[in-house]
C-alpha cells in the first residue's frame, strides 16, 4: 500500500514538471557584504501573487518564475532589504550581496523568519531562532544558552535546573536530534545541564522541528535541533569575545584567501574552580578539587569554485570532574565530553539541483576514575559514530521542492565497563563490552502546492539498524537469573536486524491571508536509547542500541493547528493540538543494580512499555517595533505504561508538566541599550516517595508508592537583563558592550529534590524524620564584559 | 577593582551555600503489613521476630516501639519432617538487643544442607517462608592488621579467602567484640558474591558495622568508626547464605545507605517470604577469632 502511494506521487512529480510551461530559474548564494558569511533562511520572492523560498543550510536560493519580467526582493534579520527588476529570457545565476542595517526601525523584523512564516509553510511546529536574538536574552551567570532559550517556547520545558535534557512534547531526553553541522552531539550539556556546550558566538542559526519532521530527518522520536555554525569573515580578521563571572570566550576569524576561503575558531572556558580556591577553608573537602568545562569549535571553508564549496569543522569540548583529597587518601574524577568532525561538499549539478555530501565523525565518553585506599576502579561509557550522508535538493518549478538523499552511520558502542582492582587484585567484573551497528536510511520528500489555497509537504524515509557482531549473548534462566547459555557471533555476522517505512505528511490550507490551519502526521523510529541510571538526566546515562531484546521505538504524532497573523504581521498567533503515541520504551528494570551487569548484557536488565502525550499550546509573538517578545503556555500530559513498572499500573512520566508558561520581552529603549525580561512557570517535577517505614535490623527501610505519585511544587522565576553598548564618538576598531543579568530576580527556592533525614537510634527508643527541600539557584546577578574587534 | 572582587565573592559565597529549607508533606496513609524478620543457622534455635510497619512520618518513642511488636502470633518452624511452634520471648528487650521481642525455638536445631518452613498466622494473616542453610564458607587466614597513621591503635580484619569456582557461594559477616557487643553486628557492606571473585585467592578487609545507621551524633563521636581498637578480642562468623536471602540483604543495606537520595531510583526490597514483607533465612555458619595485636 506504501508502496503504491510512493509511486504515485512520484509520477506526480514528473507529470507536474513536464506539463509547466516556459519558466526560468534564478539562483544563486546569499552572503553578508561585509564578511562573505553565507545567510541561512534569507526570504526570497516576488509579488503579485506572493510567491518565494528561502536559503538553505548553505546560503544557496533557487526560485523558478515566468519568462519576462520580474521584480525579485530578499531580505533577512539586521540587514537592509534588496531589490532588482530582473528580465527573465533564460536561467540566471544571480548571488546576493546584503549589507548589515545599523538603523533599527518599526520595519525591521526581529525573527529570522519570513513574515507570514506563521502562516504559509506547512510545517508546524518549526521554527528558527537567530542567534542574535539568544544573546539579548537573560541568562544564568551572563552565559548565552541556545538550549535554555529554546525553552522558552510552547511545548519544549527543560528538565529542570542541574538536568542534562529537555523535553519536547512529552518526549524523553534521548528522543531529541541535536545536529551541530551534521554531527550528532549525544550530550548536549555542560555541569549537569547548567550550561550547553554551544558556544554562541561560533554559530549562525538555530532550527528546531517539534511538530512533523520532515523525511530528511530520522532517527529520533521527538524533535531536531540543527545547529549550524558560522563559516567565518573571507573578506578580513575579525575577533570578539567575552569576560564572564564564571567563563570566557573568544572567537577569532578570517580569511585564509579573501572572497574564496576562511577559518572560524572560537573557545571558551570556565574558572569557577580557579575563582573559588581562596575562599576554601583548608579543611574543606573540596579544597583539592577542580571542576572546569572548556569547548573549542573550529571551522574552514573552501569555494572551490561556482560550482563547488568545501567545509570543515570540528567541535571538541571536555568537563573535567576531580573530587580529591591526597590527606584522606581517596581520589574522585568524572570527566566527559563530545568531539566531532565534519567534511561536506557542497556540489550545484544545475540552477535548479543543489547537492550535498558530508562525512561525519562523532564520539561521546564518559569516565568515571575512583581512587580510596587500596581500592581503584574505573568506569566508562560511551558512543561513537563513523556517518557518510548525501543530500539533494531539486527544485523542478516553483510548485515543487523535492528533496531526496541516503545516510549510513556505523556505531560502536560502550555501554559501561568497569574494571576494579583492591589490594593489587584484579576483580572479575566481566569481560569489557562493545557493541556494533549499521544504521541506514533513504528518504524522498516533496513539498508543492495542490491549489493556490492547499501545501502539501509529503515524504517517505526508509529506515534500518542492524546489530552485528561479535557480540555474546548470554541466555538468562527468567526465574534463577543464572546464565544457561551463551551464544558467540562473529564480526559483522548479523545479530538482528530492523527495517521500516516512515511516512511524513503535513498539509497547510490557507483561508485568507493571514490565517491558516495546518496538519500533520508522522512516524518516527528510533533506534537507539538512552538507559538513564537515575531519575534526572546524568552524564552517566548510558547509549544503547536496539538489539534482539530491545525492540526500536516507534512514535505517531498527530497535529493540527490554527495560524494567525494580526495587525499586518506585527503580531503571530497560533493554537496546535498534538497527540503522541511511543512504542517499546525503555527503562531499567525495577531494582537492577551494578552486579547485573556481570557477564550479562545490558539489555537483559531493561523493561519496555509504552508512552502517552497529548497537549495543547498556545502562542503569541510580536514580532515587530521597540517592544517585542511572547507569550506561550502548554497544556499537556504524559503518562507511561509497563507491564514490569508500578504494577503495570499507568504513572505519570518523569516529565509530565500539566502547565508550562514563558513571557519574553525584550524593550530597546535607545539603539544603545535594550533590556530583555524573562518569566517562566511550569508544574513541578514527578517524585516517587516513602509512604511508610518499617525496620529491619534495627534500622529503617523506605517502602515506596506509586511511581511518580507525587507532586514537588511548582517551578517559577524571573529573569532580567540589560545590555548596554556605548557608542564612542569616533568609529573605532574596538568595539564593546556590557551585559548586565539578573537570575531569579525574586529569589523564588525552585525546589531542586527534596530528600529524607532520618535521625535517631532504635534501640534507644527515638526515631525522628523530616523532609528536606534543597533549591539551587538563589537571586544571582552576574555581569558580562563583550568585545569586538 | 577591589569592589569588583568582593562583589565576585559575595555572589559566589551566595552560590556555595545550600539554600534548604524543612517542607511538610501530606502522605497518604500507608497500607498496613507486617514484617517477618527471622533465620535459623546451624546447631542453633531458629528466631523470628514480627513488627508492623508505620506511617513514614510518625516519631518513634519508647512507647510506639512496643506497639510496633506483634504478641499473639502463632509462629510454626518445620524442617519437613518435624514442625515446632515457637515461643515469645522478651529477653532480648532487657539487654536492649534488637529485635526486643521475638518467638524463639527449643525443640528444632539447624543443620547444614537442609531446607526450613516458616508459617505465621497473625492478625487474620497467614505468612510463609523457606530457606536453607549452605555448605559453610572457610577461610584461609584472618588478621588484624593496623591502619596507617593511627599510632597502630586502629585497623580493620583482613582475610583470605579461596574461592571454589564450581561452587556458587553468597555469605554475610558479622563481628562481634568480645565484652564490648553484646550480640553479633553485621559488617559495614555486609553481603558478598562470589561472581566478583569467582575461583581466585580474594584477599578483603572487613569493617565494623554501625549498629544505628541514623545515629549521625554516635557515628561522628565514634573514634573507631568501622574499625577495630588494638587489645580487643573479636569473633568474626562468615554466614553461608542462599540466593534469597542474599538479595534480600543485599537489597536493604542498598536502601540503607541510599534511601532518600533523589537521584537514585528507589530500591525494591527482595522480601523472600509470602503474605508479608521481610526475610527467613539461613545461615551456615564459621567462626573465627581475631586478636586484634
Not at chain 1, 124 to 131: A, I, Q, S
Not at chain 1, 728 to 748: A, D, G, H, I, T
Not at chain 2, 233 to 244: A, V
Request: charged content about 20%.
Amino acid at each position: 500500500m506504501i508502496i503504491r502511494i510512493f509511486f504515485l506521487f512520484t509520477f506526480c512529480v514528473f507529470f507536474a514538471y513536464i506539463s509547466e510551461g516556459q519558466k526560468y530559474t534564478i539562483s544563486g548564494y546569499i552572503t553578508d557584504e561585509q564578511t562573505g558569511e553565507s545567510l541561512i533562511g534569507t526570504n526570497v520572492y516576488v509579488k503579485n501573487p506572493v510567491r518565494g523560498t528561502t536559503t538553505n543550510a548553505y546560503g544557496f536560493y533557487s526560485i523558478t518564475l515566468e519568462k519576462g519580467t520580474n521584480v525579485l526582493y530578499a531580505s533577512f534579520l539586521g540587514y537592509s532589504d534588496w531589490s532588482k527588476e530582473i528580465v527573465l529570457n533564460g536561467n540566471v545565476s544571480l548571488n546576493i550581496k546584503l549589507s548589515p542595517s545599523a538603523i533599527t526601525t518599526q520595519e525591521v523584523l526581529i525573527t529570522g523568519d519570513r513574515p507570514d512564516k506563521n502562516v504559509q509553510s506547512t510545517e508546524m511546529g518549526t521554527f528558527d531562532m537567530p542567534v542574535e536574538m539568544v544573546k539579548k536574552l537573560p541568562s544564568l551567570f551572563g552565559e548565552v544558552d541556545i538550549l535554555k532559550t529554546i525553552q522558552l517556547k510552547p511545548g519544549i520545558s527543560s528538565g529542570g535546573e542541574g538536568s542534562t535534557g529537555f523535553y519536547v512534547r512529552g518526549g524523553g531526553p534521548d528522543q531529541n536530534l541535536i545536529l551541530l553541522d551534521e554531527a550528532v552531539v549525544y550530550n548536549a550539556a555542560h555541569l549537569f545541564g547548567f550550561f550547553s556546550v554551544f558556544n554562541a558566538d561560533a554559530l549562525q542559526n538555530v532550527e528546531i522541528h517539534k511538530g512533523s519532521m520532515p523525511a530528511n530527518y530520522g532517527g529520533r522520536l521527538a524533535s531536531v535541533l540543527d545547529i549550524s555554525m558560522k563559516d567565518g569573515n573571507n573578506r578580513k580578521y575579525a575577533a570578539q569575545g567575552g569576560i564572564g563571572l564564571i567563563s570566557s570566550r573568544l572567537t577569532v576569524e578570517g580569511p585564509i584567501k579573501k572572497d574564496t576561503s576562511s577559518f572560524i575558531i572560537s573557545g571558551r572556558r570556565t574558572y569557577v574552580d580557579v575563582l573559588m580556591k581562596p575562599f576554601l577553608k583548608k579543611s574543606s573537602p573540596l579544597k583539592e578539587s577542580a571542576y572546569y568545562f572548556y569547548d573549542l569549535n573550529a571551522k574552514v571553508n573552501y569555494r572551490l569554485s561556482d560550482k563547488d564549496r568545501l567545509f570543515l569543522s570540528g567541535y571538541f569540548g571536555r568537563d573535567v570532574f576531580d573530587l580529591s583529597s591526597s590527606e584522606d587518601n581517596f581520589s574522585n574524577k568524572i570527566s566527559w565530553g563530545n568531539a566531532t568532525a565534519v567534511l561536506r561538499w557542497n556540489h550545484l549539478f544545475n540552477q535548479r539541483v543543489f547537492a550535498n555530501t558530508s562525512i561525519i565523525y562523532s564520539k561521546y565518553d564518559f569516565a568515571f576514575e575512583a581512587f580510596q585506599d587500596q581500592y581503584d576502579m574505573k568506569l566508562v561509557s560511551g558512543i561513537e559514530d563513523w556517518n557518510a550522508k548525501m543530500d539533494f535538493t531539486w527544485l523542478p518549478n516553483t510548485k515543487h521542492t523535492v528533496k531526496f538523499g541516503a545516510n549510513y552511520v556505523y556505531h560502536t558502542f560502550t555501554p559501561n565497563n568497569a574494571s576494579a582492582k583492591t589490594s593489587g587484585v584484579e576483580l572479575d567484573l566481566g569481560k569489557p563490552v562493545e557493541l556494533y551497528s549499521h544504521e541506514g536510511a533513504l528518504y524522498l520528500g516533496d513539498e508543492f502546492d495542490l491549489t493556490g489555497l492547499i501545501r502539501i509537504n509529503a515524504g517517505l524515509r526508509y529506515s534500518l539498524f542492524s546489530h552485528i557482531g561479535p557480540f555474546d549473548r548470554f541466555v538468562k534462566d527468567p526465574i534463577t537469573n543464572q546464565t544457561v547459555d551463551t551464544i558467540f557471533y562473529g564480526k559483522g555476522e548479523n545479530v538482528k536486524t530492523y527495517q521500516h517505512i516512515e511516512p511524513r505528511i503535513s498539509a497547510r490550507f490557507m483561508i485568507d491571508e493571514f490565517s491558516s490551519v495546518k496538519a500533520g502526521f508522522t512516524q518516527n523510529y528510533q533506534y537507539i536509547h538512552l538507559a538513564a541510571v537515575s531519575s534526572i538526566s546524568l552524564p552517566t546515562d548510558i547509549w544503547v542500541p536496539s538489539t534482539e531484546l530491545v525492540l526500536p521505538q516507534r512514535g505517531n504524532q498527530y497535529s493540527v493547528g490554527y495560524f494567525r497573523n494580526f495587525y499586518k504581521n506585527m503580531f503571530e498567533g497560533s493554537v496546535e493540538v498534538y497527540y503522541k503515541d511511543m512504542k517499546n520504551q525503555i527503562e531499567y528494570k525495577e531494582g537492577a543494580l551494578i552486579e547485573d551487569n556481570i557477564n550479562n548484557n545490558t539489555d537483559n536488565n531493561f523493561t519496555f512499555g509504552n508512552g502517552t502525550s497529548y497537549g495543547i499550546e498556545l502562542f503569541l509573538n510580536k514580532q515587530t517595533g521597540k517592544f517585542t517578545g511572547w507569550i506561550g503556555y502548554t497544556l499537556a500530559k504524559t503518562t507511561r505504561q509497563f507491564p514490569d513498572i508500578n504494577l503495570g499500573e499507568e504513572f505519570p512520566a518523569k516529565y509530565d508538566r500539566r502547565h508550562d508558561v514563558s513571557v519574553v520581552a525584550m524593550y530597546e529603549i535607545n539603539p544603545n541599550l535594550n533590556v530583555s525580561l524573562v518569566w517562566v512557570y511550569s508544574t513541578g517535577n514527578t517524585a516517587t516517595l516513602p509512604v511508610s517505614r518499617y525496620i529491619i535490623g534495627g534500622n529503617v527501610v523506605n517502602e515506596y508508592g506509586p511511581r511518580n505519585s507525587f507532586r514537588m511544587p511548582a517551578y517559577h522565576r524571573m529573569d532580567v537583563s540589560l545590555n548596554y553598548t556605548p557608542k564612542p564618538k569616533k568609529q573605532r576598531r574596538w568595539e564593546s558592550s556590557w551585559n548586565f543579568s539578573v537570575y531569579n530576580l525574586y529569589n523564588r527556592r525552585n525546589p531542586y529534590y527534596i530528600y529524607f533525614e532520618t535521625k535517631g537510634n532504635i534501640t534507644e527508643g527515638y526515631l525522628e524524620i523530616k523532609a528536606q527541600q534543597v533549591s539551587l539557584f538563589p537571586i544571582l546577578p552576574s555581569v558580562t564584559y563583550n568585545f569586538k574587534f | 577593582m577591589k569592589i569588583v572582587y568582593v562583589i565576585l565573592a559575595l555572589i559566589l559565597t551566595v552560590f556555595m551555600l545550600s539554600c534548604q529549607k524543612e517542607v511538610f508533606i501530606e502522605l497518604p496513609e500507608p497500607e498496613n503489613k507486617l514484617v517477618v524478620e527471622g533465620w535459623i543457622e546451624q546447631d542453633q534455635y531458629p528466631v523470628v521476630s514480627l513488627t508492623r510497619n508505620s506511617p513514614y512520618f510518625s516519631a518513634v518513642d519508647s512507647s510506639t516501639l512496643a506497639n510496633l511488636f506483634i504478641l499473639n502470633a502463632q509462629v510454626y518452624v518445620s524442617d519437613g519432617t518435624l514442625t515446632e511452634q515457637l515461643t515469645i520471648d522478651f529477653s532480648n528487650a532487657f539487654l536492649g538487643i534488637w529485635p526486643f521481642v521475638c518467638y524463639k525455638g527449643s525443640l528444632i536445631k539447624g543443620e547444614v544442607g537442609k531446607s526450613y518452613y516458616l508459617t505465621i498466622y497473625a492478625e487474620g494473616d497467614t505468612i510463609t517462608g523457606v530457606t536453607t542453610i549452605p555448605e559453610p564458607v572457610v577461610l584461609d587466614t584472618v588478621w588484624w592488621k593496623p591502619e596507617p597513621n593511627t599510632d597502630d591503635t586502629l585497623g580493620y580484619i583482613w582475610g583470605i579467602y579461596n574461592d571454589d569456582p564450581l561452587l556458587k557461594q553468597y555469605f554475610r559477616l558479622f563481628t562481634l567484640r568480645k565484652g564490648r557487643d553484646l550480640d553479633w553486628v553485621p559488617a559495614f557492606g555486609s553481603v558478598y558474591d562470589d561472581i566478583f571473585f569467582n575461583g581466585i585467592e580474594f584477599e578483603f578487609s572487613i569493617y565494623r558495622g554501625v549498629t544505628a545507621l541514623t545515629d549521625i551524633e554516635a557515628i561522628e563521636n565514634d573514634d573507631e568508626l568501622f574499625a577495630f581498637k588494638k587489645g580487643d578480642t573479636i569473633l568474626l562468623k562468615i554466614g553461608s547464605i542462599d540466593r534469597e536471602h542474599y538479595d534480600f540483604w543485599r537489597t536493604v543495606e542498598q536502601e540503607y545507605f541510599s534511601g532518600g537520595n533523589p537521584f537514585v531510583f528507589p530500591v525494591v526490597i527482595r522480601h523472600n517470604v509470602e503474605g508479608a514483607i521481610g526475610v527467613w533465612g539461613g545461615y551456615g555458619a564459621s567462626i573465627y577469632q581475631v586478636i586484634a595485636e
